[in-house]
């Protein structure tokens, strides 16, 4: 079955440093994946995607290549800010299988001043 | 309304008990998903309508479980009779769902925290 698997938190950075969180997946096929971001009291929010290997998705900073080589999707920034702090969670989806996610157990990123 | 709305935020009832989790989704969306989520786990789906219909309940865990999306806008998710391992955030997500478009987004509300005593 698909499955996907983060590093574990909580991961403690200071304001401005490098930020990897890695994962990895297994599926069978070609499917979409994503990184999602739950602000503490939110709802989880899309930070990007990447449909097809080789692809790059990019937001507010963040960037995750889709590498199908190595079936992973690893998120990064380059200097990450005090509003960062959030859990985030790595996912991939199935066209076929209406559109359903299946996601990682999160991983909290703190950002300290 | 703007988001996908969830009511209630938070419920505390006893074991035994029936349980109702109510969805809005945005305006529109066809497609409607439940999802659970365990402290310190990723959210793990339950449910998905396209619809009024439910296209896949194969995350339904048991017979106690149940949910309906009547006239294809809201939804509500039952839990009868509740247990204490329900205990956890139930999270509901929409989609335009319009055909063609298989890389629209799914936006999720803010969840309804569930805690069985």
């Known amino acids: 079955g698909n499955s996907v698997t983060q590093m574990e938190g909580p991961v403690t950075l200071s304001e401005e440093a490098f930020l990897t969180i890695n994962c990895t997946y297994t599926a069978t096929g070609y499917p979409s994946l994503f990184w999602y971001v739950q602000y503490p009291g939110e709802g989880l929010q899309l930070l990007l995607k990447?449909?097809?290997?080789?692809d790059k998705g990019s937001n507010k900073g963040f960037e995750a290549t889709y590498r199908k080589e190595t079936t992973s999707f690893h998120l990064e920034k380059g200097s990450v800010q005090v509003s960062d702090s959030a859990v985030y969670f790595c996912a991939l989806r199935y066209t076929g299988g209406g559109n359903k996610l299946t996601f990682g157990t999160g991983t909290q990123l703190k950002v300290e001043l | 309304g703007a988001g996908v709305s969830q009511t209630p935020s938070n419920k505390v009832t006893e074991k035994g008990k029936y349980v109702e989790l109510r969805c809005d989704p945005i305006s529109g969306h066809t497609a409607l998903y439940w999802y659970r989520q365990s402290l310190g786990q990723g959210p793990e789906f339950l449910i998905y309508f396209q619809g009024t219909g439910a296209a896949d309940d194969s995350g339904l865990p048991n017979d106690r479980f149940f949910a309906v999306r009547p006239e294809g806008s809201v939804s509500t998710l039952k839990i009868q009779p509740a247990e204490q391992g329900d205990s956890a955030v139930y999270v509901c997500?929409?989609?335009?769902?319009?055909?063609?478009?298989?890389?629209?987004?799914?936006?999720f509300g803010e969840g309804s925290w569930l805690t069985v005593v």
């Open positions: 997500a929409s989609r335009s769902g319009r055909i063609g478009d298989p890389g629209n987004t799914i936006y």
């Open positions: 990447a449909t097809k290997a080789d």
